[in-house]
């Protein structure tokens, strides 16, 4: 798979993608991460990539030339990409279902957004698909990028290894993951629960799903919520 990102402040993108999981990913070929600097496809003497909002308001919106541009010269270095994707807090939200999906896609272009925003036309013109990673409001979509792309480079075929398959990821079966602990089995009077060290599995997968069971409902009951008992 091939990842585009073009960014306002491209060096917050381009330090953590070099490290773990996602590192490994590039490293074994299984992702191409190119980041773009949008300053670079700005015009003139000051490269200027944002200007004020017509209308007025607060804030500074980012210039529809140098994003065009950008995503020109990446569709003809590699073709027409799966998704160009906004990263946006008003944007679809983020989830493990759509991870899932765009992990399968061959070429994807991310779009991290700084100021107040972008100019409508590049969403409308360019942008097929618009996503948030939460309700919260950062100050770019450069570290919602990173979100993106690691949560999608360890789904890609062999980036994990089998001891720490994406299947036992906790949402992967809509449950939160049980509890782990490793040696020593007594720290500062703190015991492991006697059943993980049984060495009865039948016993430990028992106690796995119930913890998980509950822990899902006291944490996120949201998502023992049968959909089809949605009141509205
Ligand atoms: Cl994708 N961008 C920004 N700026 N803030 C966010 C977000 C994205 N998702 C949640 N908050």
């Known amino acids: 798979m091939r990842i585009d990102v073009i960014a306002a402040l491209p060096d917050i993108v381009r330090g953590p993608i070099q490290h773990s ?19 670079e496809f700005a015009e003139g003497k000051h490269r200027q990539i944002d200007d004020y909002p017509f209308g007025g308001g607060a804030g500074m919106v980012l210039k529809p ?19 160009v994707i906004f990263l946006t807090p008003d944007g679809e939200p983020f989830d493990q279902p759509m ?8 070429h ?14 590049v969403r409308d013109e360019l942008v097929t698909l618009e996503v948030s990673i939460g309700d919260y409001v950062l100050s770019g979509g450069e570290l919602p990028a990173l979100v993106l792309i690691d949560a999608v480079a360890r789904l890609q075929p062999g980036v994990l290894g089998d001891a720490s398959s994406a299947l036992t990821d906790s949402f992967q079966d809509g449950l939160l993951d049980a509890p782990v ?25 028992e106690w ?14 949201d998502l023992l919520e049968d ?6």
Do not use: W
Request: charged residues 30%; without cysteine.
């Open 65 to 83: 030339e140098p994003i065009f541009a950008s995503i020109d010269a990446i569709k003809d270095a590699h073709g027409e990409p799966d998704e």
């Open 208 to 221: 796995r799903d119930t913890v998980r069971i509950e822990k899902t409902r006291r944490r996120r009951p």
């Open 21 to 39: 999981i996602v590192g490994r990913a590039q490293d074994k070929g299984a992702v191409e991460i190119e980041v773009h600097d949008l300053r």
């Open 108 to 121: 994807l272009v991310l779009l991290a957004g700084h100021y107040k925003g972008v100019d409508q036309r």
């Open 99 to 106: 991870a899932n999906r765009l992990s399968m896609a061959e």
């Open 181 to 205: 602990y490793t040696r020593p089995a007594e720290y500062r009077g703190l015991r492991v629960p006697p059943v993980l060290r049984s060495g009865n599995h039948a016993a430990i997968t």
């Open 227 to 232: 959909p089809a008992a949605e009141t509205g």
